[in-house]
């Protein structure tokens, strides 16, 4: 995990409330800067240990859809599908009537067995 910015889960509602909290504990006397920073960091270290717990990566699904809008700001996408159908070996067939997709442009190109991806 070392050199990836995980600052992104202070952007979700829990992050910003949590800031926010922490903010009115140091305001208020009730815990000191250093502390409120440490829970900050504790809360990024215990999302990301959640996230890789539960979450396993060599998943193949195929979609169809339509994509009915997308944006790209300063390289995080927004894409919104329309009809989608996600299809899956242990998920089987899914439908959906619109589905959000969101996601961070990757920096480097990753070469693997040579080849670009």
């Known amino acids: 995990m070392e050199g990836t910015d995980f600052s992104e889960w202070l952007e979700l ?3 910003k409330s949590f800031v926010v909290l922490l903010n009115e504990f140091v305001n208020n006397g009730r815990i000191s800067p250093i502390q409120s920073a440490k829970m900050i960091e504790n809360y990024i270290e215990s ?3 959640v996230l ?3 979450v396993k990566s060599g998943r193949k699904l195929k979609c169809e859809g339509t994509i009915s809008y997308y ?4 390289g995080k996408w927004d894409l919104v599908i329309k009809d989608l159908v996600i299809f899956g070996k242990s998920l089987g067939r899914v439908k959906s009537k619109y589905v959000k997709v969101s996601g961070k442009e990757v920096k ?3 070469r693997i067995g040579g080849k670009k991806r």
Not at 71 to 74: Q, V
């Open 13 to 15: 509602n829990i992050g």
């Open 52 to 54: 890789n717990r539960h």
């Open 47 to 49: 999302c990301s240990e």
């Open 71 to 74: 944006n790209c700001i300063e």
């Open 108 to 110: 480097d190109i990753i």
